[in-house]
């Protein structure tokens, strides 16, 4: 029998390697079909709204860091989505208005906004229906919240939108995150959290530049990460109705703790451009974190601006996680339509018990 030749022998790793590379080319195109594939059926059969939460709404605004696209006429946020040509949720606002209209801006983050209720549901639509009521007049609102604002970007949106339109009241919502760092604005309008200093330093209109940018425009890669956040809303969920240590409990001192202090300064800077226009302003909260309480103390002391807590309303939950399970939307942690409408009708009470509404 004769030897196996020395040629024979060095082919073999050459074929093994000619099969491994086949393979792995043939598993990568049938990946890639199968994506094709499953990105077809997902933009065919699935409706459109359910993306709502991904889409690239916003623009870049020189002063407040951005606002929504002007005349947005679709869906975000699981809700129809229409916005006015300054890039706010609603109708188109005028300057001037008729005689006799009671007009209030509302100044917030995605609280105020209404974030995944409709908006002839949220806090500022009911709050209008309830002042007029009330008033027995007209109130129109003008709702000047966008999810993601922190607080001194409320500051700015007071100063260079708000007061524009002469309101004859200004009710801000202050949340227990609004001394995060400003969000920004990329080209393609997408909203990002700066995750470092140096980021938030780009400045509102610098391009994204990431690896996943391509799956950005895959409804494929949205559905699945909308229903992964889901399913983690629904375990986190299962886990909730944990009493957090300290909630709501009473503070005993006035004090501004450095990590808020941008969130003091910046409602203090409110009262004071609202008092220069001799324009009632008042302020409630939804936060239960100590520094926040305390904060809210001593603003209220140094400047005699009346003030509201909201989470005063929710006698039945003892922490962030029962609440979201009781009150939330579901498939995020932000509040429901009913609780919208607890607030602006607990917000109508103690504006009239603050003589913050006319005769």
Request: aromatic content about 8%.
């Amino acid at each position: 029998m004769s030897e196996p030749s020395a040629h024979s022998n060095s082919t073999k790793p050459r074929s093994r390697i000619r099969r491994l590379l086949t393979g792995l080319t043939i598993s990568g195109v049938t990946l890639l079909v199968m994506f094709v594939v499953l990105e077809i059926g997902v933009r065919l059969f699935v409706p459109a709204e359910v993306f709502s939460p991904f889409q690239p709404i916003y623009r870049a605004d020189p002063d407040v860091g951005y606002t929504l696209r002007p005349n947005l006429d679709g869906h975000a946020f699981n809700q129809p989505l229409r916005t006015n040509s300054l890039g706010f949720r609603g109708r188109e606002w005028l300057k001037e208005r008729s005689a006799g209209v009671f007009r209030v801006a509302l100044i917030g983050d995605s609280h105020a906004f209404a974030f995944g209720v409709p908006f002839e549901s949220g806090v500022g639509e009911a709050l209008a229906d309830r002042l007029g009521q009330r008033l027995g007049r007209e109130c129109e609102l003008l709702n000047f919240g966008l999810p993601g604002y922190n607080a001194e970007q409320q500051l700015e949106v007071l100063r260079h939108k708000a007061l524009s339109f002469d309101p004859d009241l200004v009710v801000v919502l202050i949340c227990e995150n609004d001394h995060n760092k400003a969000r920004w604005c990329d080209d393609e309008g997408w909203l990002h959290i700066p995750d470092a200093p140096e980021d938030a330093a780009r400045g509102p209109t610098r391009p994204l530049v990431t690896e996943k940018s391509v799956l950005r425009h895959s409804r494929l890669a949205m559905y699945l990460k909308l229903m992964w956040l889901r399913a983690t809303v629904s375990s986190e969920r299962e886990e909730a109705a944990k009493p957090d240590e300290g909630w709501m409990a009473p503070v005993d001192s006035a004090e501004v703790a450095p990590r808020v202090r941008s969130v003091y300064d910046s409602i203090v800077g409110m009262a004071e451009l609202c008092r220069a226009r001799e324009i009632p302003v008042g302020v409630t909260t939804l936060a239960a974190l100590p520094d926040y309480r305390r904060l809210l103390r001593a603003f209220r002391e140094s400047t005699g601006v009346p003030t509201f807590e909201l989470l005063g309303l929710y006698s039945d939950v003892s922490g962030w996680s029962e609440l979201a399970a009781k009150h939330g939307l579901g498939w995020d942690d932000h509040l429901d339509a009913a609780s919208h409408a607890r607030w602006a009708d607990a917000i109508v009470g103690w504006l009239a018990e603050s003589d913050l509404l006319p005769d």
